[in-house]
């Protein structure tokens, strides 16, 4: 319990440091793939969220979710697409792919799902490469270009809020 604390502070300082780079210039708000990062407790949801994102035109082949799991269960512990606070090292270093291949991946948008603080979620919205990145306002803000005020995690309003949104900015 100690080491997880030693990683969470050094997670915490590691986000507080991250500068997050303006949109690029040269970005026109076509959104053609999409991260979603999110608590492996809001899989159902984030399957709701995918859903609506085909409907909108959204291959599902360019849509990448990674989830987090807060719990210490041993179940899962190889699963893809899931990552833990055990997965990093003191020296921010992970030994999971997946969580290092989807903050590498330039999406073009990327949807931080989650309403709580929760560290090793703000370290991936903030280490990713995404072009542009919304979140929750509820959530620590400064990780993101973008926030939506919402109490409660509905992926249907969610999404039509983000493209009204998205619209708004292209024009």
Same mark, same amino acid.
């Given at each position: 319990?100690?080491?997880?604390?030693?990683?969470?502070?050094?997670?915490?300082?590691?986000?507080?440091?991250?500068?997050?780079?303006?949109?690029?210039?040269?970005?026109?708000? *076509?959104?053609?793939?999409?991260?979603?990062?999110?608590?492996?407790?809001? *899989?159902?949801?984030?399957?709701?969220?995918?859903?609506?994102?085909?409907?909108?035109?959204?291959?599902?082949?360019?849509?990448?979710?990674?989830?987090?799991?807060?719990?210490?269960?041993?179940?899962?512990?190889?699963?893809?697409?899931?990552?833990?606070?055990?997965?990093?090292?003191?020296?921010?270093?992970?030994?999971?792919?997946?969580?290092?291949?989807?903050?590498?991946?330039?999406?073009?948008?990327?949807?931080?799902?989650?309403?709580?603080?929760?560290?090793?979620?703000?370290?991936?919205?903030? *280490?990713?490469?995404?072009?542009?990145?919304?979140?929750?306002?509820?959530?620590?803000?400064?990780?993101?270009?973008?926030?939506?005020?919402?109490?409660?995690?509905?992926?249907?309003?969610?999404?039509?809020?983000?493209?009204?949104?998205?619209?708004?900015?292209?024009?």
């Amino acid at each position: 319990m100690l080491f997880d604390a030693v990683k969470k502070k050094a997670l915490r300082k590691a986000v507080e440091s991250s500068v997050l780079p303006s949109v690029p210039s040269e970005f026109n708000y *076509q959104v053609k793939t999409i991260g979603i990062l999110s608590e492996k407790k809001e *899989q159902a949801m984030v399957e709701k969220m995918i859903d609506v994102l085909v409907k909108r035109g959204i291959s599902r082949d360019n849509i990448y979710v990674l989830y987090y799991d807060s719990s210490n269960s041993k179940a899962d512990e190889r699963a893809l697409y899931v990552f833990k606070l055990r997965d990093f090292e003191s020296s921010l270093k992970t030994s999971n792919e997946s969580l290092r291949v989807f903050v590498e991946k330039p999406f073009d948008l990327l949807i931080s799902f989650y309403k709580s603080d929760a560290i090793p979620m703000l370290w991936g919205t903030s *280490q990713s490469k995404a072009k542009f990145k919304v979140g929750l306002a509820s959530v620590t803000s400064f990780v993101n270009h973008f926030n939506l005020d919402m109490n409660d995690l509905d992926a249907e309003i969610y999404v039509k809020l983000l493209f009204e949104y998205i619209n708004i900015f292209k024009h």
